[in-house]
C-alpha cells in the first residue's frame, strides 16, 4: 500500500513542531529528511533519541515509514569505514524511529571504473545489509542523475550483494532529467525490490 508521506523539512521547522503542522494539514506520515537526521543525531544516542521521537509522533498518529539517510554519505570513498560507521548510527536511529525504508545515494568517486565502483559499493552495502539483517528495515538505493541512473544499474548491486536488506527507491524527477528509461519500465524491472518512491514534478 502506497502511503503519501511528506518530506520532513519542507517547512524548515524543527522536526516536533513540523509534526504537528503536518497533521493538522492531514499528512499522517512523511520521509524523516537529511536534515531532522542531523538534528536528531546531535542531540544525542541515536536509538534512545529515536525512541522519543517515536512515542511523541505516535500520540499524534503520526509516523515515519520512510526516510534519507545521509544525504552527503558517500560510500565509494577510500575511507570508507567512516562513512560505514556514521551510516550505522543513522540505521540506529531509523529504526528506532519505526523507519522501514531508508533511502541511499549509492556515491561516485571520479576517475574509477565501473567495476571499481560496483566492487566498494557492495563492500559497503553488505556491511550495512548484514547489520540491520534481523531487522525490517530495508536499505533503498535511490536512482541518480549522474550515476547508477538506470533501474538494471541498482538491481546489479542488489544482485552482488546478495541480500534481501537492499531494495531500489524510484526518483521519478531523477529519472525524467536522465531519460535512462520510462517510469513504467523502470517499475516493471524493479518489481518486489521497490520499496520507496520519490515523486517530482520537473
Same mark, same amino acid.
Given at each position: 500500500?502506497? #502511503?503519501?508521506c511528506?518530506?520532513?523539512?519542507?517547512?524548515?521547522?524543527?522536526?516536533?513542531?513540523?509534526?504537528?503542522?503536518?497533521?493538522?494539514c492531514?499528512?499522517?506520515?512523511?520521509?524523516?529528511?537529511?536534515?531532522?537526521?542531523?538534528? $536528531? &543525531?546531535? /542531540?544525542?544516542?541515536?536509538?534512545?533519541?529515536?525512541?522519543?521521537?517515536?512515542?511523541?509522533?505516535?500520540?499524534?498518529?503520526?509516523?515515519?515509514? #520512510?526516510?534519507?539517510?545521509?544525504?552527503?554519505?558517500?560510500?565509494?570513498?577510500e /575511507?570508507?569505514?567512516?562513512? *560505514?560507521?556514521? &551510516?550505522? /548510527?543513522? &540505521?540506529d536511529?531509523?529504526?528506532?524511529?519505526?523507519?522501514?525504508?531508508?533511502? $541511499?545515494?549509492?556515491?561516485?568517486?571520479?576517475?574509477?571504473?565501473?567495476?571499481?565502483?560496483?566492487?566498494? /559499493?557492495?563492500?559497503?552495502? *553488505?556491511? &550495512?545489509?548484514?547489520?540491520?539483517?534481523?531487522?525490517?528495515?530495508?536499505?533503498? $538505493?535511490e536512482?541518480?542523475?549522474?550515476? *547508477?541512473?538506470?533501474?538494471?544499474?541498482l538491481?546489479?548491486?542488489?544482485?552482488?550483494?546478495?541480500?534481501?536488506?537492499?531494495?531500489?527507491?524510484?526518483?521519478?524527477?531523477?529519472l525524467?532529467?536522465?531519460?535512462?528509461e520510462? #517510469?513504467?519500465?523502470?517499475?516493471?524491472?524493479?518489481?518486489s525490490?521497490?520499496?520507496?518512491?520519490?515523486?517530482?514534478?520537473n
Open positions: 500500500m502506497i #502511503q503519501p511528506i518530506w520532513t523539512n519542507f517547512l524548515k521547522l524543527p522536526i516536533e513542531e513540523a509534526v504537528k503542522v503536518f497533521k493538522e492531514g499528512f499522517d506520515c512523511g520521509e524523516l529528511s537529511d536534515e531532522h537526521g542531523k538534528e $536528531l &543525531l546531535s /542531540r544525542g544516542n541515536g536509538e534512545k533519541i529515536g525512541k522519543e521521537l517515536k512515542e511523541y509522533a505516535n500520540a499524534l498518529g503520526f509516523s515515519f515509514p #520512510q526516510g534519507h539517510l545521509k544525504l552527503n554519505a558517500n560510500i565509494c570513498e /575511507r570508507f569505514e567512516d562513512v *560505514t560507521d556514521e &551510516l550505522k /548510527r543513522w &540505521l536511529l531509523f529504526l528506532a524511529t519505526g523507519i522501514e525504508s531508508a533511502v $541511499l545515494h549509492s556515491g561516485l568517486i571520479a576517475g574509477k571504473s565501473d567495476d571499481e565502483l560496483l566492487e566498494k /559499493r557492495c563492500e559497503v552495502l *553488505t556491511e &550495512l545489509a548484514d547489520y540491520i539483517k534481523e531487522t525490517n528495515l530495508t536499505i533503498c $538505493l536512482n541518480l542523475f549522474r550515476t *547508477t541512473f538506470s533501474c538494471d544499474s538491481l546489479n548491486i542488489i544482485k552482488n550483494v546478495g541480500s534481501d536488506r537492499l531494495g531500489i527507491c524510484l526518483d521519478t524527477g531523477h525524467n532529467i536522465t531519460k535512462a520510462g #517510469q513504467y519500465e523502470f517499475i516493471k524491472k524493479a518489481g525490490h521497490l520499496k520507496a518512491i520519490h515523486i517530482a514534478d
